[in-house]
């Protein structure tokens, strides 16, 4: 099986490092394939995970020892619908604990997979929890354990969670393609790069976040769309990435921003990028604008998320992320893009319970680093909070809360445009940002943290229990 | 690079601007000062005046005196900007080159050191290390990684001369940091970020470049008992 899918990828990698090859006329870009249900009940998903060591080749001739769920980078796709019934059997074959974060769900705390319910190496669990209505969109899954979840994502631990409603206001002539960002940086034996913390280059990670030269998209250099003239299609973008940020961008065209995190806006909005921070997640319609064989590519545009005094020099660099190739064959007639997508209510502000405030300093919450046996906030299930997020270095930090999802109220005091559903806000240098949160049915210990993943494994996280 | 940056960088407006304010403090204030220095004696707070005024914080930070516009407020004006490092105003090209811009010492919550705690405005003064990069601990040890104080110290840009100014007594930065945090109106004002090297600085506070804390004890070979 391992052996079967490093063949497969070697195939691609070396196919897609040849110089000019004609326009493909379908996609090089890989989907990583659905889960299996192995469930004959209605509304039941129900699959196997494990993760594993194995040696698969990320880059074109190189052989990289990774950590693969069910023996692939990034791991098969969990598929499932609104009002299903989720059980995943997990394995842990790694040499060390771990955790599944099932990223902007809303579940019980001990199925959360937070770094509070380690996994130890050759055990098995049953993560299971019930998707609710409403939640539809594009979520992902990776390791949550204490102080190695970084470690864990760079070696391969990271897929795709789609959550699809029962009907989409989005036409089913709307092909839909999954995109899942990450970016590595490897020795020259291709082993990925991870410096002593005490050395310069490892000081310059501790500080920026660990980034790499390679960029991947679904572990594919540089894969082909291909679109015909006139096409619409529906990008998931997930940026599983430790702390690279992307501005995304097909340059000649501006993009449908539709949704985020927690799926669909109430309408789309025409933009000429997005900006991706850690782990949030963006839907986008790209539209087939150009002419039968031309190209355009996906880019990620210069964004300057960093502190004056680690700033990467190339950081004003452009980088080609794939390449979308028109079809030879003759324009298709646009299908009509609906001016309404679904409702996205307001978390009703009226009734506020509490206000929180959350302090970022560089590497702490409130002037903190975290401790597992602390609580450093709470709340009361069935209230509405607000928090506000203060940021108060010069680098960006992205906001995560687990188990409930936001909306963003304002930012420096001016109100939000679009309401959308989030699980994670970047919250840029200097910045402060106010998120109103609902906090309904399950009792527990939640992270909320940095999602640069240094910053969270080196202690910027802290503990909110609801009761 | 040796500490002789803070005079090479030092800008032609900026040294005026610490010469006027020098002036001022020495001259109309000086009739006063003693009615300053005792009130000082029993309250943490005009303890912390008398010191930000003798030690011209505003100098840098904005202000002539308490009355002044921009008192403490930080940058305002492109002459409170330093540039450090090979640069002079002379060679203005020279690498490397850093702009360190004071900043807002007022308690605003977002441009200033509202959101920092009194301890953490001590640390800074003792230790040189930035509010904003430090845990707001308290610290028992000048070794990286050992006490409290980071293994990667983030240090404050220079010119900064928290090196000279650790070596005032624990109530007196205590009253510095009581006078800036309690005192002080808020004032809503952004200032750019410093910029710095990779290691924040760390390669030029070392004890050989900015010596021992606490002093070396009296008598050194430079010095003898008083006849």
Same mark, same amino acid.
């Given at each position: 099986?391992?052996?079967?899918m490093?063949?497969t990828?070697?195939?691609w990698s070396?196919?897609?490092?040849q ?8 996609d ?5 394939p659905?889960l ?6 209605p ?6 995970l494990?993760a594993a060591?194995a ?12 950590y ?7 791991g ?9 019934s989720?059980?995943v ?6 040499p060390?604990?771990?955790t599944?974060?099932w990223?902007g769900?809303?579940l019980a ?8 319910y ?29 102080? @190695? ?9 990271y ?5 699809r ?5 989005? =036409?089913?002539?709307i ?19 991870f410096p ?17 030269p390679?960029?991947?998209?679904n ?9 015909r003239?006139?096409?619409?299609? @529906? ?13 995304l961008s097909? =340059? ?13 806006f109430?309408? =789309?909005?025409?933009v000429p ?10 839907e ?7 002419a ?20 990467p020099a190339?950081?004003?660099q ?21 001016e ?9 502000t ?5 206000t ?8 702490l919450?409130?002037?903190k680093?975290m ?6 906030l709470?709340? @009361?299930?069935?209230?509405t909070e607000i ?6 270095v ?18 420096n ?6 309401? @959308?559903w989030?699980?994670t806000?970047?919250?840029?240098k ?6 109103v949160?609902r906090?309904?049915n399950?009792?527990?210990k939640?992270m ?20 | 690079m040796?500490r ?8 032609a ?10 002036g001022?403090?020495?001259?109309p204030a000086?009739?006063g000062?003693e ?12 303890r912390g005046?008398?010191l930000v005024?003798?030690?011209d914080?505003?100098?840098c930070?904005?202000?002539v ?12 004006d492109?002459?409170?900007?330093f540039k ?10 020279l690498?490397?080159?850093f702009?360190?811009?004071?900043r807002?010492?007022t ?11 009194e301890?953490?405005?001590?640390n ?7 509010m904003?990069d430090t845990?707001?601990?308290t ?7 050992q006490?409290?104080?980071?293994l990667?110290p ?11 100014w ?6 007196d930065?205590?009253?510095i940091?009581?006078?800036l ?10 200032v750019?970020?410093s ?14 470049q ?8 009296f ?5 003898r008992?008083?006849?």
């Amino acid at each position: 099986m391992v052996r079967l899918m490093m063949e497969t990828l070697c195939a691609w990698s070396v196919a897609s490092a040849q110089a000019p090859a004609p326009p493909p006329q379908s996609d090089t870009l890989l989907a990583p394939p659905v889960l299996e249900n192995q469930s004959a009940v209605p509304h039941v998903v129900e699959v196997t995970l494990v993760a594993a060591p194995a040696r698969l080749a990320l880059l074109p001739g190189k052989v990289t020892d990774v950590y693969a769920y069910n023996g692939r980078v990034p791991g098969p796709t969990l598929d499932v619908h609104e009002g299903d019934s989720v059980i995943v059997h997990f394995e842990n074959r790694l040499p060390e604990a771990t955790t599944i974060h099932w990223h902007g769900m809303h579940l019980a705390a001990n199925m959360d997979g937070s770094p509070l319910y380690p996994i130890p190496p050759g055990a098995r669990t049953d993560y299971v929890f019930k998707v609710g209505e409403g939640k539809a969109g594009t979520y992902w899954y990776h390791p949550h354990v204490d102080k @190695r979840t970084g470690y864990q994502v760079a070696k391969g631990l990271y897929g795709a969670l789609i959550v699809r409603a029962a009907t989409s206001p989005l =036409p089913a002539a709307i092909p839909e393609k999954l995109l899942i960002l990450s970016d590595n940086r490897f020795g020259p034996d291709g082993s990925p790069d991870f410096p002593d913390p005490n050395s310069p280059a490892g000081q310059i990670d501790a500080e920026n976040g660990r980034e790499g030269p390679v960029m991947f998209v679904n572990g594919q250099l540089d894969p082909a769309v291909v679109i015909r003239s006139g096409e619409v299609q @529906r990008w998931r973008i997930i940026n599983a990435s430790a702390a690279r940020v992307y501005r995304l961008s097909v =340059p000649g065209q501006l993009l449908l921003w539709v949704g985020s995190d927690g799926g669909l806006f109430e309408k =789309p909005e025409a933009v000429p990028d997005v900006i991706l921070a850690n782990s949030e997640r963006a839907e986008l319609l790209v539209r087939g604008t150009g002419a039968p064989g031309s190209r355009e590519a996906l880019v990620t545009l210069p964004y300057d998320r960093y502190d004056t005094h680690t700033r990467p020099a190339d950081w004003d660099q452009s980088h080609d992320l794939a390449r979308l190739e028109y079809a030879t064959t003759a324009p298709v007639t646009p299908v009509a893009i609906p001016e309404a997508l679904r409702p996205v209510p307001a978390i009703d502000t009226t009734h506020v319970a509490a206000t929180k405030v959350v302090v970022f300093t560089q590497g702490l919450i409130n002037g903190k680093t975290m401790d597992m046996n602390r609580v450093d906030l709470r709340s @009361r299930l069935g209230t509405t909070e607000i928090w506000e997020i203060d940021n108060l270095v010069g680098m960006d930090h992205p906001f995560h809360l687990h188990g409930f999802r936001f909306q963003i109220l304002d930012r420096n005091g001016v109100p939000e445009r679009v309401r @959308r559903w989030k699980d994670t806000v970047n919250v840029p240098k200097h910045e402060v940002v106010r998120i109103v949160v609902r906090f309904d049915n399950f009792a527990g210990k939640w992270m909320f943290h940095c999602h640069i993943l240094d910053h969270e494994d080196a202690g910027m996280m802290g503990v909110l229990e609801t009761n | 690079m040796t500490r002789s940056w803070s005079r090479a960088g030092l800008g032609a407006a900026a040294i005026a601007g610490i010469f006027a304010a020098a002036g001022f403090v020495g001259g109309p204030a000086a009739a006063g000062s003693e009615n300053v220095a005792l009130a000082a004696k029993q309250d943490p707070v005009q303890r912390g005046r008398f010191l930000v005024i003798t030690h011209d914080c505003g100098g840098c930070h904005g202000g002539v005196d308490p009355a002044s516009k921009g008192w403490l407020a930080g940058v305002t004006d492109s002459g409170q900007i330093f540039k450090i490092g090979a640069c002079n105003y002379v060679e203005p090209d020279l690498k490397p080159c850093f702009v360190t811009r004071p900043r807002n010492l007022t308690p605003d919550n977002t441009t200033g050191l509202g959101r920092y705690s009194e301890r953490q405005i001590f640390n800074a003064l003792r230790y040189g290390l930035k509010m904003e990069d430090t845990p707001d601990v308290t610290i028992t040890s000048m070794t990286p990684g050992q006490g409290n104080f980071p293994l990667h110290p983030h240090y404050l840009a220079p010119p900064m001369p928290w090196t000279a100014w650790r070596h005032m007594p624990d109530g007196d930065l205590w009253a510095i940091a009581a006078y800036l945090h309690r005192a002080l109106k808020p004032v809503v004002n952004k200032v750019a970020d410093s910029e710095g090297p990779p290691d924040f600085w760390a390669s030029v506070y070392t004890p050989d470049q900015i010596g021992i804390y606490p002093a070396p004890a009296f008598p050194t070979a430079n010095e003898r008992p008083p006849k």
